[in-house]
């Protein structure tokens, strides 16, 4: 661990807040790297460069200073690091004045040097965790296999699990956001899915997360779908009621294969996409959820347009008769569950119903003729959005 300028200038200012004591610090070389006094840095401290040599506090009254370079009167200690000396504290003062508080401010210096060594070795496990998820997803994980393996048990992670990938995108996101700054948000991610130390969790921009799950146990398709869902709700549950309407969670397949999360993105991609489009999927989507909508996507926009003025004419201009047909096809034609949703009586409906059918010349009541009212809807909502 070498202590640099900023992590001794940090030093410096927190001891000073504490004690209101002048204080220095130095390199291995002896040199003044931080001070309470300006004038001092960079200057040589020749008796910190004794200290370094032996290992042993040195303590300076006013004839001593005339005998090392560069010093004042004080107390000169050793910083050691995993037993090794990495610089020397100094404080300026009576002797008599500053030794009382030697012991503290040294104990005080070598608990922020073992802070930043901890917070220097989450932030390189974080981008090492980052830059193996962005090849996982990319497709560019160094096709020896054993090389991946073993790169992934450095950082805790066993690649040989079966996997799938989740993407969080948030909209509306500022810099400040509390969400966006909080540096625990990824294992906050990671806790709501099984096995949280095997899931590894990235930002590849500021409002976007990937998430590399572990389906570990699970067998079958249905079982995995019906777990991401629970843990996609967990996760917005979770989250700050402020961010929650913001939040999109979508979802690819599972794979056996670590070689094969590329194809877990991109299906996690393209349900994000349907999300996006269709908001009234909600605001969590699988990729084996999506199967119209993905179909409704590839259809060209002129060829939207055309289904859309052959299927219902005018009636796009009636957001009531509109908002009929989508209640009743929410209900899976069920009238009597559709006027409750519309919170009216049967009879209206069924009035609403037969101007409808005089409109579009289809009968919404029969499955045949409501399946091509659906898909025409869905692709004039699609239009709607962009």
């Known amino acids: 661990m070498k202590l640099t300028q900023s992590l001794a200038d940090r030093i410096v200012k927190r001891t000073m807040e504490v004690t209101n004591l002048n204080i220095n610090v130095m390199d291995k070389d002896g040199v003044i790297i931080s001070s309470s006094d300006p004038s001092r840095i960079q200057t040589f401290h020749q008796a910190a460069r004794q200290v370094i040599a032996t290992g042993e506090e040195m303590l300076l009254g006013e004839e001593d200073c005339q005998k090392w370079t560069g010093t004042k009167p004080g107390i000169n200690m050793p910083i050691r690091f995993q037993q090794e000396i990495v610089g020397v504290i100094g404080i300026s003062g009576a ?23 901890l917070t220097e070795q989450m932030e390189m496990a974080e981008r090492s965790v980052n830059f193996l998820v962005q090849e996982m997803i990319s497709g560019t994980l160094d096709p020896a296999r054993e090389v991946v393996m073993s790169r992934g048990a450095l950082l805790g992670l066993d690649l ?76 917005l ?49 699988h990729i084996d959820d999506m199967t119209l909508e993905l179909l409704l996507l590839e259809t060209p926009p002129a060829t939207r347009q055309v289904v859309v003025r052959d299927v219902l004419k005018d009636l796009v201009k009636h957001d009531e008769l509109l908002e009929t047909l989508h209640a009743l096809f929410s209900a899976d034609l069920n009238l009597t569950a559709a006027a409750q949703a519309l919170n009216i009586h049967r009879n209206t409906l069924l009035y609403r119903l037969d101007r409808i059918e005089e409109m579009l010349g289809r009968n919404p009541r029969r499955f045949a003729e409501a399946a091509k009212i659906k898909l025409a809807l869905e692709l004039h909502r699609l239009s709607q959005t962009g």
């Not at 002797?95 to 060594?117: I, R, W």
């Not at 572990?214 to 249905?222: F, T, V």
């Not at 056996?256 to 393209?270: C, G, I, N, P, T």
């Open 237 to 285: 549950e979770a989250a700050p009621a402020s961010l929650r309407s913001r939040l999109l969670i979508a979802m690819g397949r599972g794979y056996e294969d670590v070689y094969e999360l590329e194809l877990s993105f991109k299906e996690a991609m393209q349900a994000l996409q349907v999300l996006e489009r269709f908001p009234a999927k909600g605001a969590i989507g």
């Open 160 to 235: 040989s699990r079966p996997r799938s990938v989740v993407i969080i995108q948030a909209t509306g996101l500022k810099d400040g956001d509390e969400w966006h700054a909080d540096r625990s948000f990824p294992r906050k991610v990671a806790a709501c899915f099984r096995n949280s130390d095997q899931v590894c969790v990235s930002v590849t921009k500021r409002n976007c997360w990937i998430v590399v799950t572990d389906l570990s146990g699970l067998r079958s398709k249905e079982q995995i779908r019906q777990y991401l869902h629970e843990a996609a709700h967990k996760l």
């Open 95 to 117: 002797p008599q004045e500053v030794v009382p508080f030697g012991k503290a401010v040294k104990m005080m210096t070598e608990m922020m040097l073992q802070q930043a060594y």
